[in-house]
């Protein structure tokens, strides 16, 4: 184990694999010497050189459809959209070619393709650079749809998308981008479809992803001081989904609240809501709970953007409510 | 460039093969075997044949909704595609794709396409790739001249030219998006004028003159191979039919539509071919029942074959 950030954590799962895999390549926006808007992948231009490592045009649908005709040639290629904001702009090139291209051509093509892009508000990025749209990758069969919530997840995670031989869609959230966490060293492989108990409990289980994994932590360790035991469980992956693990949860603290950074209607929440309806009503003693963001665009002004976001009170308030 | 009797009459082969299945699927069509939608090529074969007749087996091509003549230019297998159009089990994608997703990876055909223009990245990050396994391959990408006015061609001529990558964009210019004519839907006589926004050469040629096409080609794909990056080649021709089966085109003039009948591509390949003396009428004309024979058989074989089990629609959405 070694101390290291969360974003550097990525950046060493991306250099175990390019250092495994020489079909392995990373492009997008400023990822070369600038080292990537946020940072990531400063360095990897050093160590893998220009052939492997290089700059785009600001030309999102081209860096994302050119990934998915290498993929289908023989690369396994990483590719960085900078903000999941811009994911519109090549939004065909997801939905229409990556993700469906196996299954159109009946089982014969492999697209062994990462697309890496940070979510997230908390900075007063407003409202096209703060997004939480992981709910629309979850609604394209042939895509997974990866979002870490701590450093060795992430390491874990980007390692396990890299050798995935699908179409990956992995986002990072940029509030996470500095967190400091205990990391495996050398290869490490979490196994995609598999969830995490990030805190044991017994009387409510919070499922929450990325960020919103670590104020169902700080929320958690309010609720033991008044003696509520809540059980903190991240899928880490939402596509495929780990339901065994969220049912056996479910099944034992009888009580559920959802908890994700996307606005509420339309997003994975309600899914997994629908999940434990349909395949575990009789385990829950309550009605589901969802904290989300409202159903509005992201403000810019400090205060309006608290006033947007899931916060460890708004948690609390949720399991409160069950009691 | 001097063509042997052999390269003319391959081309002959391809081009009425191309236009017996086309005539047959809109047979088909008509008669209701075939589900789903038809985009037909006929009219515009000398462009897939003049250009794939450069590429070896290891070359990929990038293809469109418009795709029956690029895939069997490149070497498809006709009973598989006639498969495939019946929706059979035994079709290229298994009955999961139909006429517009009909692909054959290890032949290099990276797919027919349902979204205009979306096979030009696609291309371009083939081409990235050849480049980076230094396989020495090259990548073709046909479009028409509606997707040359998609955001996906200027982001893709961008990139491949910045990076010299082996790949010759092919505008098969066909003058009609679905209905708009060309003059209503860009403001340039020649879709080859847009290379120069690239740095690239771009070249006009005789869409419907098989030689012109391949001589064209052949110095796009010469350039592409020896790494000194992208051309773009405008293919002047003319669709025969409607969009789909079933248009039935009222937007066509039809004066031009018969003067464009006239510079049919199969006749005037016939024509220069007896010139040449590389062949008799009575020789080509068997070359054109072998072709409509081959095409019958595939129909055979599409009939004969099962239809996919209404579980297969859950299979080869993840590959393991």
């Known amino acids: 184990m070694t101390q290291m950030t969360y974003a550097e954590a990525i950046r060493d799962g991306m250099r175990m694999e390019m250092r495994r895999d020489p079909r392995v390549v990373l492009y997008g926006e400023d990822v070369g010497m600038f080292g990537g808007c946020f940072g990531v992948t400063a360095g990897l231009l050093d160590e893998f050189g220009p052939e492997r490592v290089f700059d785009t045009p600001i030309s999102e649908t081209a860096i994302v459809g050119s990934a998915v005709g290498a993929a289908a040639v023989g690369l396994r290629p990483i590719a960085e959209i900078m903000f999941v904001d811009f994911m519109g702009v090549c939004m065909d090139e997801i939905l229409n070619q990556a993700a469906k291209m196996r299954y159109m051509f009946g089982g014969k093509a492999r697209l062994p393709m990462v697309v890496r892009t940070p979510c997230g508000a908390g900075q007063s990025a407003a409202a096209q650079h703060s997004q939480s749209l992981e709910a629309w990758f979850t609604h394209i069969p042939g895509l997974k749809v990866v979002m870490p919530s701590t450093p060795a997840d992430a390491k874990g995670l980007i390692e396990a998308a890299i050798r995935d031989d699908n179409p990956v869609i992995y986002i990072e959230h940029k509030q996470l981008l500095t967190l400091v966490g205990d990391v495996p060293e050398g290869e490490y492989v979490v196994p995609l479809g598999k969830a995490d108990v990030k805190r044991e409990g017994s009387d409510v289980t919070i499922v929450a992803w990325s960020w919103m994994v670590q104020k169902a932590l700080a929320a958690a360790e309010s609720l033991a001081k008044e003696g509520i035991s809540a059980e903190v469980l991240d899928p880490r992956t939402l596509v495929p989904l780990d339901k065994e693990a969220i049912l056996k949860s479910v099944g034992k603290t009888n009580k559920l609240v959802i908890v994700h950074e996307a606005v509420k209607t339309g997003g994975y929440g309600a899914e997994i809501a629908a999940l434990v309806c349909e395949e575990g009503f009789d385990l829950l003693d309550a009605p589901i709970k969802r904290v989300t963001a409202p159903d509005t665009p992201i403000p810019f002004s400090p205060v309006l953007e608290e006033a947007y976001l899931p916060s460890e009170e708004k948690i609390i308030k949720a399991v409160h409510d069950l009691f | ?320």
């Open chain 2, 1 to 320: 460039m001097k063509l042997s009797k052999e390269q003319l009459l391959g081309f002959y082969k391809t081009m009425t093969t191309i236009r017996a299945f086309e005539l047959k699927a809109a047979e088909l069509f008509a008669a209701g075997k075939l589900p789903g939608f038809v985009h037909l090529y006929a009219g515009e074969e000398a462009v897939a044949t003049g250009v794939c007749a450069n590429l070896e087996q290891k070359d990929y091509i990038t293809s469109t909704h418009r795709g029956h003549g690029h895939l069997i230019a490149k070497g498809g297998k006709i009973d598989l595609m006639m498969a495939e159009l019946f929706g059979r089990s035994t079709g290229y994608c298994k009955g999961k794709g139909g006429s517009m997703h009909i692909a054959d990876v290890d032949l290099g055909i990276l797919g027919a396409n349902g979204i205009v223009g979306a096979g030009q990245p696609i291309a371009t990050g083939a081409a990235l790739a050849c480049k980076l396994l230094k396989n020495g391959a090259v990548v073709v990408c046909f479009f028409g001249d509606g997707a040359s006015n998609r955001g996906t061609f200027h982001e893709s001529l961008n990139m491949a030219s910045i990076w010299k990558l082996p790949v010759v964009f092919v505008a098969e210019n066909n003058m009609w998006g679905i209905s708009n004519y060309q003059k209503n839907h860009m403001n340039v006589a020649d879709i080859a004028d847009r290379a120069a926004a690239y740095g690239i050469p771009g070249v006009a040629v005789d869409g419907n003159d098989v030689i012109a096409v391949y001589e064209a080609a052949a110095e796009a794909v010469k350039r592409a191979r020896s790494g000194d990056g992208p051309s773009l080649i405008e293919c002047k021709t003319w669709r025969h039919r409607g969009h789909f089966e079933g248009d039935p085109a009222i937007y066509k003039d039809p004066k031009e539509q018969e003067a464009w009948l006239k510079k049919d591509p199969i006749p005037r390949l016939a024509d220069k071919i007896i010139e040449l003396k590389y062949a008799t009428r009575a020789e080509l004309d068997k070359i054109e029942a072998d072709a409509q024979a081959e095409i019958e058989s595939a129909v055979k074989f599409a009939e004969a074959s099962p239809l996919p089990a209404p579980e297969d629609v859950f299979t080869d959405v993840y590959a393991e």
